[in-house]
């Protein structure tokens, strides 16, 4: 449904039309393990409990809001996708989604490789000791310090972006007696099934370089002529929260010409094809996302069959799962705060985060599920948005949705699919401070990123 606009942008209050949204489902105490990780269950007393920790004691004793994240679950994903794609591809994490040094640490140890897109992601993923060759360093707009530490450190590959940064990068490779293996990042045309602000491989956005009109072929031209750059595929990224396979179908067909024009031309086959990221998952019960083997086979023989026709070798293929691993692992932990009745319209639920530690809903209209979990509740259901406490009249967490009509201030809800995007992209607006994360595993819980502190502030306020 489009909604109408006035000068000051969306009218996020405008009241949803009669059965515009689901009827409130049969059971509000019912989690959904589709939308909520794997050891999320509630308790005989029915307090939602993870990792056999209830939250009501993680609220007691870490505060909220909170990121939880299940560690357990974590690692089983990470292995769903390296199993999945066994030993004749490779799986790079893709750090943006979250990244810390617990995390990274899990990735090394599930045997996973990781891709970062700025020096600071780098950094962490350094002091975690993942080892420099296993990570990828992508990103549009490299500085040279950035660009000279990936080098330097011994990254595995460098993803070019552009043509200054063909230059850039075989320039800082010299001068630092290196051979700099690198990808280039192409966009195929292809138009994802997502949100404009997502969507990657069209031609008019900033990431990569366009196939249309010989670019990507010119750029190929002049890494295989730089002593510093060592060319070894093609990366194309068609977007973010994708359901159907059809787009990369398309993608590989046009990647897998490309690397046919280089062969015919050049008389090189370029050994390796980055399909990225950007596999969906299930933030309401109605998302019906793909699993790591399907996901693995489909790739796979639609690689295989375009090189085939083209009569190349199969080049090794590298995925990067992000928010397919993270984004399920993980919810967030809210205190109701306050509760206003709007008659004939809805209820709003106010919580003691909001757009600071989840940003998603007001960027992207992102849709979510939220629940009652220090309780059961058998009343009836209450048409609800939760929202936050910043001063924005699009601080919303959760548009519509369905908690018991008897919520009262001091329950605790949780926002399932919160592992993604959520903690990366938070923020100190209106000078909240952000909520820690909480690995919990086998009854045990710990902080991986602590809160911040308003000692924290200050001190990047110099005065």
Known sequence: MSRSAHPAGPRHADVLPEGHYSAPPADLNALDPKVWAETVTRDADGVVTVGGIPVTRLAEEIGTPAYVLDEADFRARARAWRTAFGTGADVFYAGKAFLSRAVVRWLHEEGLNVDVCSGGELATALSAGMPAERIAFHGNNKSVDEITRAVEAGVGHIVLDSFHEIVRVAHIAEGLGRRQKVLIRITVGVEAHTHEFIATAHEDQKFGIPLAGGQAAEAVRRALQLDGLELVGIHSHIGSQIFDMSGFEVAAHRVVGLLKDIRDE??????????????????????????????????????????????????????????????PTAFTLYEVGTIKPLDGLRTYVSVDGGMSDNIRTALYDAEYSVALVSRTSDAEPMLARVVGKHCESGDIVVRDAFLPADLAPGDLVAVPATGAYCRSMASNYNHVLRPPVVAVRDGEARVIVRRETEEDLLRLDVG
Request: glycine share 12%; with cysteine; proline share 8%.
């Open 266 to 327: 050049h008389g090189v086959e370029l050994p390796e094809i980055d399909l990225g990221g950007g596999l969906g998952i299930a933030y309401t019960s109605d998302d019906d996302p793909r699993e790591p083997h399907e996901i693995a086979k489909a790739l796979t023989e639609i690689v295989t069959r375009e090189c085939e026709a083209a009569r190349l070798r199969t080049p090794r293929i590298s995925v990067e799962p992000g928010r397919a691993i993270v984004g």
